[in-house]
């Protein structure tokens, strides 16, 4: 393989990790691992590094090794209050500025995570669903926007790897009707209807925000956290 497909190929599974709390929030990462797992020299895994903390997957510290970004009280807090805007604003942009392929993609990326869902890991679902978002914020294409984007989903998918509880009947229909919202979404941005997609987001928000709310457990954080996520949702303009 070459140079360049094993840095893409590290990317990627650093990406995957992240994603999926298989590298916890914090948890410092190995150069010299990566290096020999992925037969690369430090310059390219640190490009890969520089790349990865641009997009919020990580985090570089003068003269200490990277980690993973931290999910903590305050992300929690800052995630609560960001989500609904940004989500609102990239789903009423992709409406105004889609091309037709970026709407087969998403279409297919929605085929995906039905997939994932009838017979996926709670990763692969996790994957599945982000992706779908990631293509909206293609279809957005606006760089003020797009960095706070990819931070807010990264942190929605470790949100929910790291706190939902084991699947209930209640949590399978959610999925479903998550799902639904998807199909409605790729509609809207089809058809230009920009309103309806904005609606839309606030929609498929409140739906993620419930399911938070309801299936949060706080004791799986390092750090003391009450009731904050209850009380964030709930104050949380819809």
């Not at 020299?41 to 003068?62: C, K, M, N, Q």
Request: a negative charge; one cysteine or more.
């Amino acid at each position: 393989m070459a140079a360049k497909d094993r840095k893409s190929a590290l990317a990627a599974h650093l990406k995957e990790s992240v994603l999926t709390t298989v590298l916890r929030p914090g948890e410092d990462l190995d150069e010299v691992a990566l290096c020999t797992n992925f037969g690369l020299s430090r310059t390219p895994v640190r490009e890969v590094f520089r790349e990865l903390a641009g997009l919020g997957y990580i985090d570089l510290r003068d003269n200490r090794g990277p980690r993973v970004s931290d999910l903590s009280h305050t992300t929690l807090r800052d995630f609560f209050l960001a989500a609904p805007m940004i989500y609102g604003a990239i789903l009423r942009l992709a409406a105004r500025n889609a091309s037709e392929l970026q709407v087969a993609a998403l279409r297919a990326a929605q085929d995906a995570f039905r997939a994932a869902l009838r017979s996926g890991t709670p990763a692969e679902r996790t994957l599945a669903n982000t992706r779908f978002h990631e293509i909206t914020g293609e279809m957005a294409g606006n760089v003020f926007l797009l960095p706070s984007f990819h931070r807010l989903l990264i942190d929605h998918a470790r949100i929910g790897m790291t706190f939902y509880q084991p699947q209930t009947s209640e949590m399978v229909e959610n999925l479903s009707e998550a799902s639904a919202q998807h199909d409605a979404i790729i509609d809207a941005i089809a058809a230009r209807d920009e309103a309806t997609a904005a609606q839309l987001a606030e929609d498929h928000w409140n739906l993620s925000r419930n399911q938070i709310e309801r299936f949060v457990m706080p004791a799986a954080l390092d750090v003391p956290m009450g009731n904050l996520v209850g009380n964030l949702a709930r104050s949380t303009p819809a």
